[in-house]
């Protein structure tokens, strides 16, 4: 049982190219969430999905845009880098029904430098 | 956008100590409260969840929530070195469904 796996678990990137960080859970869990952590600001919301095939802005979208084609997986891309996008990234899913239903499970993270 | 402050750290407490850890929420429409540990270069791990004002109660770790002084809180019974992490509290309103994090309280586990 994987959970959430995240790939690539580190990346250095050039200014101004597209990266597109993967996601997978295989807890068939309806919501998945990506979130940027960076040292003195906690965990910031990105972009969420409540289910598949829709999509929601969370707090820091901007530069960002993400998809969910299917449960399983929820990529975000970036399309131009900034530096400022240098961070850690944190997919996470929660089952979205049952009594757990907001309870998030995070994976191992994605560390982002962009230079 | 919702406010979740957690008492400044850093926490250091003697090994067998109890460990108390706060958080308060801006929001009163927040509805379901989380505790997550984080290992240093690790991701947040769930610990405890709590949905209802009193205690609830999991191994070493008890939860307290009284939502109408909109307090959350976690104590660490019997402190061990590997509880030595950042906790982070999180609220959660039913309105957006979107998760708020505190900036987390690091705890040093003393042997």
């Known amino acids: 049982i994987a959970g959430i796996t995240q790939a690539p678990t580190s990346q250095i990137l050039a200014a101004g190219r597209r990266m597109t960080l993967r996601c997978t859970q295989d807890?068939?869990?309806?919501?998945m969430y990506w979130y940027r952590q960076d040292l003195g600001l906690g965990l910031r919301l990105i972009h969420y999905?409540?289910?598949?095939?829709?999509?929601g802005k969370g707090e820091v979208p901007d530069g960002y845009s993400v998809s969910r084609a299917n449960t399983d997986d929820f990529p975000l891309t970036l399309a131009s880098a900034v530096p400022s996008q240098t961070s850690v990234y944190f997919c996470?899913?929660?089952?979205?029904?049952?009594?757990?239903?907001?309870?998030?499970?995070f994976g191992p993270g994605t560390r982002l430098t962009v230079l | 956008q919702k406010e979740v402050e957690q008492n400044s750290g850093p926490l250091s407490v003697p090994e067998g100590a109890i460990a108390s850890l706060n958080c308060t929420y801006s929001?009163?429409?927040?509805?379901?409260f989380f505790w997550y540990r984080q290992y240093s270069g690790k991701s947040p791990e769930l610990i405890m969840s709590?949905?209802?004002?009193g205690d609830k109660e999991d191994g070493r770790f008890t939860a307290q929530l009284n939502k109408a002084s909109q307090y959350v809180s976690l104590l660490i019974r019997d402190s061990q070195p590997s509880d030595s992490a950042t906790y982070l509290c999180?609220?959660?309103?039913?309105?957006?469904?979107?998760?708020?994090f505190g900036a987390g309280t690091t705890v040093t586990v003393r042997a």
């Open positions: 709590i949905y209802s004002n």
């Open positions: 999180a609220v959660i309103d039913l309105r957006d469904y979107k998760l708020s």
């Open positions: 807890m068939r869990h309806n919501a």
């Open positions: 996470a899913s929660s089952p979205g029904q049952g009594e757990s239903y907001n309870e998030q499970f």
């Open positions: 929001d009163r429409g927040s509805q379901s």
């Open positions: 999905s409540n289910t598949a095939g829709t999509t």
